[in-house]
């Protein structure tokens, strides 16, 4: 009965992250955003139920906070449209991600690893990107975080995770990045400019 629960919540997440991608409304992407989030909540909360695991505990905190984050942001919708409340949102979600996770490993008497940090560096990039104005900034930051979090689903076999991270963060990343010509790395941009350049100029002089 559990295995057939945790299918459904995960098949939930993928429908919800295809959704998301697929729907041309940003309003309708943030609430299949909302219901991929909750399943994926959901999902850690029957897997920390039965298990106890701190690396659960952590997954299911840091998705019910952004869960909630969420459906903050669809029912007030001027959280979005100011630079400022859309920033104090982000760090009020890290902070409470960062200490209710912490606190929670503590209360389990386990020492904090590098698994259960994983979610708290993928929400820190998540809400650096979210509060940048700058959107090639903003893709970066939501790719790096989809590949974290994507690394923190193959650990947990959070499968629906998995998903929802590679096709409506990594792969909807991806694909914006190429139609607006993000360049890869700042650095390989400036090296190209710069071997232009040189270029250009050695043909000026010959």
């Not at 996770?101 to 904090?112: A, E, R, V, W």
């Not at 930051?141 to 959070?158: D, K, R």
């Amino acid at each position: 009965m559990i295995t057939q629960i945790l299918l459904l919540l995960q098949l939930t997440s993928a429908v919800a992250s295809v959704g998301r991608v697929k729907t041309s409304s940003h309003i309708v992407s943030r609430r299949f955003n909302a219901l991929a989030l909750g399943a994926v909540a959901a999902d850690f909360a029957i897997k920390y139920g039965h298990t106890g695991r701190a690396d659960f505990l952590v997954g299911l905190i840091v998705f019910v906070v952004l869960t909630v984050r969420t459906l903050l942001i669809l029912g007030f919708g001027k959280i979005e449209e100011n630079t400022f409340r859309r920033r104090v949102t982000c760090v009020v979600a890290f902070l409470v991600c960062a200490v209710a996770s912490t606190t929670g490993q503590f209360y389990l008497g386990d020492p904090i690893g590098p698994l259960t940090l994983l979610p708290l560096v993928g929400v820190g990039l998540g809400c650096l990107g979210e509060s940048s104005n700058n959107m090639i900034v903003r893709r970066r930051c939501v790719l790096a975080m989809g590949c974290v979090m994507a690394a923190f689903g193959l650990a947990t076999e959070a499968w629906g995770l998995v998903f929802k991270n590679l096709v409506s963060d990594v792969g909807a990343t991806i694909y914006s990045m190429n139609k607006y010509g993000d360049p890869p790395l700042p650095a390989i941009a400036f090296g190209i400019n710069r071997d232009n350049r040189r270029m250009s100029r050695a043909h000026t002089t010959l």
